[in-house]
């Protein structure tokens, strides 16, 4: 079975950085895009960033362009989101199936910015 488990959240301040992990299993990691998807209260699920199985090809929403970087380390079967958050949501690890589409996602991770 595929599993996402997200972790490296928490409470920040604005202005401040976190590092969110995601570690995957039962799946082929190092042949497969991954992402991230957040959701705000009340609001709906919003794609954040992908990265390429390489490694090399880094994809943003509009919106945490600059403020973003997701990584990854194949040998891990790890991705990473180091942000600068500027809102609260909960952030998903997710298994990407086409461009910007996802077939698998974690439990989360909460981050609060206050």
């Known amino acids: 079975d595929v599993q996402l488990v997200e972790s490296g959240g928490g409470l920040v301040q604005p202005g401040g950085s976190l590092r969110l992990s995601c570690v995957a299993s039962g799946f082929t990691f190092d042949g497969t895009t991954m992402g991230w998807i957040r959701q705000a209260p009340g609001k709906g699920l919003e794609r954040v960033a992908t990265?390429?199985?390489?490694?090399n090809i880094p994809k943003y929403a509009d919106v945490v362009k600059g403020q973003f970087t997701i990584s990854r380390d194949n040998a891990r079967n790890t991705v990473y989101l180091q942000m600068k958050p500027g809102d609260t949501a909960v952030y998903y690890c997710?298994?990407?199936?086409?461009?910007?589409?996802?077939?698998?996602w974690g439990q989360g991770t909460q981050v609060t910015v206050s």
């Open positions: 997710a298994r990407s199936s086409s461009h910007w589409a996802f077939d698998n």
């Open positions: 990265i390429n199985w390489m490694g």
